[in-house]
């Protein structure tokens, strides 16, 4: 069966720039995550949706990040007025209720110049 | 240990050997300790979970052991192999979210 899928694989952004993160999770995968991965470090947790419940935004850095997911499927997460901070591997994950066995996507390189 | 910077601790393992990757913890509330193993350019992939009210538990050439006494967990990887090599990423877990350590790289020596 298919994976969590992430689009683009890669973004290249001027600074100032607006940017969208696209994340299909697996079908039927109630809870989806957002990380971001600096160059050699950890995952960030940013978002956590489950279910119809709200997000869980507190690892959002600023105000310029936000995030949704639409009919419990697919999410968006979007950066506004990018940083070169801001660059980064964006991943997102997803994984059944109640589990912690998350499915990771390839993630989406982003690079602002 | 800690990573400083863009670097990533890093444990060197002959082929063949055991491969033992430890863990500091802070959080003494997290129900469930997971490891994750991430290949150069892909996500991470789950490895194995721990419940905080077991102290070992073993999968298929990996087993992972949590001392909540010292707050420390490990994964030993048997036999290792090749395909091991990789960051590995102890995760615990938090108010349902999942916090991820700082991760080790998994260097496999010929």
């Known amino acids: 069966g298919a994976g969590v899928s992430q689009s683009p694989s890669n973004k290249v952004t001027e600074k100032g720039k607006d940017v969208e993160l696209r994340c299909d999770p697996i079908?039927?995968?109630?809870?989806l995550y957002w990380y971001r991965q600096s160059l050699g470090q950890g995952l960030e947790f940013l978002i956590y949706?489950?279910?119809?419940?709200?997000?869980?935004k507190s690892g959002l850095p600023s105000d310029r990040f936000s995030a949704e997911r639409t009919g419990g499927s697919v999410s968006t997460l979007t950066i506004q007025r990018t940083q070169q901070e801001d660059s980064a591997v964006y991943l997102c994950?997803?994984?059944?209720?109640?589990?912690?066995?998350?499915?990771f996507g390839p993630g989406t390189r982003l690079t602002v110049t | 240990g800690e990573s400083v910077g863009l670097h990533l601790p890093t444990l060197s393992v002959q082929e063949g050997d055991n491969s033992i990757i430890n863990c500091a913890y802070s959080n003494s509330a997290s129900d469930y300790f997971i490891w994750y193993k991430q290949e150069s350019g892909k996500g991470p992939q789950f490895i194995i979970d721990i419940r905080s009210n077991m102290d070992k538990r073993q999968g298929q050439r990996v087993t992972v052991l949590l001392n909540k006494t010292v707050k420390h967990l490990s994964l030993q990887i048997a036999a290792t192999q090749p395909g091991d090599s990789a960051v590995y990423f102890c995760?615990?877990?938090?108010?349902?979210?999942?916090?991820f350590g700082k991760g080790t790289r998994l260097h496999i020596l010929p």
């Open positions: 949706f489950q279910g119809n419940s709200a997000p869980d």
């Open positions: 994950a997803s994984s059944l209720v109640r589990t912690y066995e998350q499915y």
């Open positions: 995760a615990e877990t938090r108010d349902d979210k999942i916090i």
């Open positions: 079908s039927g995968h109630t809870a």
